[in-house]
Nanobody, 123 residues
Framework: QVQLVESGGGLVQAGGSLRLSCAASGRIFSINVMGWYRQAPGKQRELVAEITSGGSGSPNYASSVKGRFTITRDNANNTVHLQMNSLNPEDTAVYYC???????????????WGQGTQVTVSS
């Protein structure tokens, strides 16, 4: 089994900062992409930021968070972090960690999701 466990959500005032973390564990051979999605009430889940295992390009950010959020990754520990600055009420959502993982050298890649962590930004 593979698990993605998120931490770091909470309530913050507009203009504040939060840092989300996600750790992947279980039977893992390799992790390709790690990232964060979010889903606000009544809206579709959307990509926030994603990052590859390294060397193949810059992180990818949603235009709404570019310049405010920073995604980083620790390949040795299978973790990904999202530093969120200058938060505004429109950032309020459940944030989900996401990873594309190969569990064995001969297996296929599959997408895995965390359970989600609530981020609430008050005005």
């Amino acid at each position: 089994q593979v698990q993605l466990v998120e931490s770091g959500g909470g309530l913050v005032q507009a203009g504040g900062s939060l840092r989300l973390s996600c750790a992947a564990s279980g039977r893992i051979f390799s992790i390709n992409v790690m990232g964060w999605y979010r889903q606000a009430p009544g809206k579709q889940r959307e990509l926030v930021a994603e990052i590859t295992s390294g060397g193949s390009g810059s992180p990818n950010y949603a235009s709404s968070v570019k310049g405010r959020f920073t995604i980083t990754r620790d390949n040795a520990n299978n973790t990904v972090h999202l530093q969120m600055n200058s938060l505004n009420p429109e950032d309020t959502a459940v944030y989900y960690c996401n990873a594309i993982i190969r569990r064995t050298w001969y297996g296929n890649e599959n997408r895995y999701w965390g359970q989600g962590t609530q981020v609430t930004v008050s005005s």
